[in-house]
């Protein structure tokens, strides 16, 4: 459930502000927080829980991490936590992301394609109790998602990088569980394998991090679209309106130059940046959802929610637009709130069509579906690839593996797996392509 019931557009949210604990939205950031300062942010826990979090990765890989939960770990004052950072709201989140990532480390068990995941034995009650009542205060699910494995739970590394050309290399996992050796190849002095897997990792979880920082300036362009339709709206003045057309489509330009950073930063993930086999052996295992959640699953990116709203998107029938769907009743409830005020607010499409029935080839009309076309035939097109590559190589070369939530399919061999994806990534792009204008 959404904490605010009073309707506002999306420059109204931007105006007033909102409560970062329940999801950072800004003109400068996005729906991000500022990396620099999230970097700086306290960790505010115990000693028990320091030392868990710093030697997680060990404890991990070597699946140690009952015994730590049965003998060191102390039940956790959320409340207090919660008050030592009333005017530090970076150094809640951070902390919260660590018990969560802490959390998801606990769920070790097989997952097979084409089996629904079974429930998991319940989470240490130190863990599930901290969970559950940082979900009260932050409006946010009590497990695990893509935000606290990666969206509030990266650092800035590089202190040179430019936010809107950024790579997965440019961020620090808060909370990395792969980058240990295990015990046998600590024996052998072979620390390699866990050199592999940690940068695997990091680099497979930050690339939505850096996904959401490539196109931070999407919030600035939908909130300066809508009112700028808007006061065309209202306005009688025709200089006016031809002032406004030009600032709509000065904005429509911005939000294509975006989804071209989109499209080329993640084009770096690809077998030479990650190898498939090792995310789909070592990562997934982390990373995956149970008991029907979503775990970290693209799907829960705020800015694919964001520019679905944008572009107008209404039509979400097939397999992977229920998926989207179910995915974002899990992002930040304030990424909820935003979004859904650029959804009921004044609609780009809505517009570009009343301008294209004034005049044939009118530009708003040309350049809103040059914004489609920028979307589908760019980034969803990589997407699809990348996903299909990674599968392929994982499944014939891994084994099975269970998907992010609930399969509804059987698939009884790799190639049934990569056939389903193309099915399951083309029938969604048609639903985008849809929304151009003469379709």
Request: glycine share 4%; with cysteine.
């Amino acid at each position: 459930m959404l904490m605010y019931t009073t309707p506002k557009t999306s420059w109204e949210w931007l105006e007033h502000g909102m409560d970062p604990r329940l999801g950072p939205v800004s003109r400068e950031y996005g729906l991000m927080f500022d990396p620099r300062a999230m970097g700086e942010a306290r960790v505010v826990l115990p000693d028990s829980w320091l030392r868990l979090w710093k030697e997680l990765p060990k404890r991990f890989i070597n699946k140690e991490l009952s015994d730590m939960f049965i003998h060191e770990l102390e039940i956790l004052n959320v409340d207090a936590i919660h008050a030592e950072c009333c005017d530090d709201p970076l150094a809640f989140i951070k902390t919260k992301s660590i018990v969560f990532g802490i959390a998801q480390a606990c769920i070790s068990f097989d997952r097979v394609i084409a089996k629904e995941m079974p429930e998991p034995e319940p989470l240490p009650y130190q863990v599930q109790s901290a969970m559950n009542r940082f979900a009260e205060l932050c409006l946010c699910p009590d497990y695990c998602s893509l935000a606290d494995m990666s969206l509030t739970a990266s650092i800035l590394v590089n202190d040179n990088a430019d936010l809107l050309n950024c790579t997965f290399d440019d961020f620090k996992l808060i909370c990395p569980v792969n980058n240990a050796p295990t015990y046998e190849e600590q024996a052998r002095n072979d620390l390699e394998p866990a050199r592999i897997r940690g940068q695997a990792e990091n680099r497979f979880n930050n690339t939505p991090t850096m996904m959401e920082y490539r196109v931070n300036d999407l919030v600035d362009i939908v909130a300066n679209t809508q009112r700028a339709i808007y006061d065309y709206q209202i306005s009688s003045s025709s200089k006016e309106q031809d002032r406004l057309i030009v600032e709509i489509l000065h904005q429509i330009a911005r939000a294509k130059a975006s989804l071209k950073r989109l499209y080329k930063g993640f084009a770096l993930l690809s077998r030479k940046t990650v190898d498939p086999v090792v995310w789909h052996r070592d990562i997934v295992t982390y990373t995956s959802g149970y008991g029907g959640h979503l775990g970290l699953s693209g799907s829960q990116a705020p800015c694919i929610h964001l520019i679905d709203a944008f572009l107008g998107r209404k039509t979400f029938a097939t397999e992977l637009g229920e998926t989207s769907l179910k995915a974002f009743q899990q992002v930040q409830n304030n990424h909820q709130c935003f979004i859904l005020s650029v959804a009921n607010g004044p609609q780009l499409r809505s517009f570009a069509e009343e301008c294209s029935a004034q005049r044939t080839n009118h530009p708003v009309a040309t350049a809103f579906n040059d914004l489609v076309d920028s979307y589908t035939k760019g980034f969803l097109a990589m997407h699809k690839g990348r996903a299909v590559e990674f599968a392929k190589a994982g499944f014939v070369e891994a084994g099975p593996r269970e998907f992010s939530g609930k399969t509804k399919y059987e698939c009884s061999s790799p190639e049934n797996v990569v056939r389903k994806l193309k099915c399951f990534f083309d029938e969604a792009t048609k639903e985008r392509d849809q929304l151009k204008l003469g379709k």
